[in-house]
Nanobody
Framework: QVQLVESGGGLVQPGGSLRLSCAAS????????MGWYRQAPGKQRELVAA????????NYADSVKGRFTISRDNAKNTLYLQMNSLKPEDTAVYYC?????????????????WGQGTQVTVSS
């Protein structure tokens, strides 16, 4: 129905930067919310940052405020996460999440989709 493809993860030294991308495709009628989550080994998945597509309001986890920036390109249905001043504790698998409405035969249907995850490793 709605597919999300993530890219941009990798290995970076402490203090470095990475930019994650998440492209949404499929029969999308509208998108209401987009966000990034992460899950470190042995820990629960947590919200990193989220953005509303209407108005553009954002919210961030306290641990990433001032270092990470979430943005989106509505025309391309693409979500980004710019991560600066990375720390070893940022190491995790990062997932994008997109919610909205999709077109299915005969009607509209709400969707809530997840990306496949991309590994971010911060290590010297």
């Amino acid at each position: 129905q709605v597919q999300l493809v993530e890219s941009g993860g990798g290995l970076v030294q402490p203090g470095g930067s990475l930019r994650l991308s998440c492209a949404a495709s499929g029969s999308i009628f509208s998108i209401t919310a987009m966000g990034w989550y992460r899950q470190a080994p042995g820990k629960q998945r947590e919200l990193v940052a989220a953005i509303r597509t209407t108005g553009g309001s954002t919210n961030y986890a306290d641990s990433v405020k001032g270092r990470f920036t979430i943005s989106r390109d509505n025309a391309k249905n693409t979500l980004y996460l710019q991560m600066n001043s990375l720390k070893p504790e940022d190491t995790a698998v990062y997932y994008c999440n997109v919610a909205g409405t999709a077109v299915v035969p005969g009607h509209l249907s709400n969707f809530d989709s997840w990306g496949q995850g991309t590994q971010v490793t911060v290590s010297s």
